[in-house]
């Protein structure tokens, strides 16, 4: 198994979830969520989020093999401080290093926060599109008025 397979599979059993109730959640099948703890396979990065919000862990902690569950708890202090803007229309801007071309200009909604990680929707030449992106590469956030 794979560190982010073990972390899954160690925060589900410990959620008293089998693999049958954790893949309807997610709208996967067992046989994938058995695939992702055995680390045959790693889940698509838009269903980390939802994997994280599920088993209530940040995405650092499932995406760095460093990170321990308890390192992560300081770091949702951010998710508070930005949970206004939560469902808001949002213009990001980003450090000139970690510029994201998808983003770049683009009026993007904050579909959530999770650690240091943030969850945006927006609608791109390409179509609509979700990405998870660093917050530490977020220069500024600037929240556009409704209406």
Sequence with gaps: MNELGNKIAYKRKDLGM???????KLNVTRQTVSRWEAGTVLPD????SD?????NVSCDYLLKDDVTEEET???????????????KTVRLS???DEADIDLYNTDCTILDFEGNW???EA???KGKIEKIIPVSSVLSLEIKEEG
């Design 73 to 87: 708890r300081s770091f949702r202090g951010i998710s508070r401080l930005l949970q206004d803007a939560k469902g």
């Design 18 to 24: 089998t693999q049958i109730e954790f893949a309807e």
């Design 45 to 48: 990065i838009d269903k980390i």
């Design 94 to 96: 980003f450090f000139d």
């Design 118 to 120: 943030m969850k945006v």
């Design 51 to 55: 994997i994280a919000s599920l088993l």
């Design 123 to 125: 609608k791109t030449k």
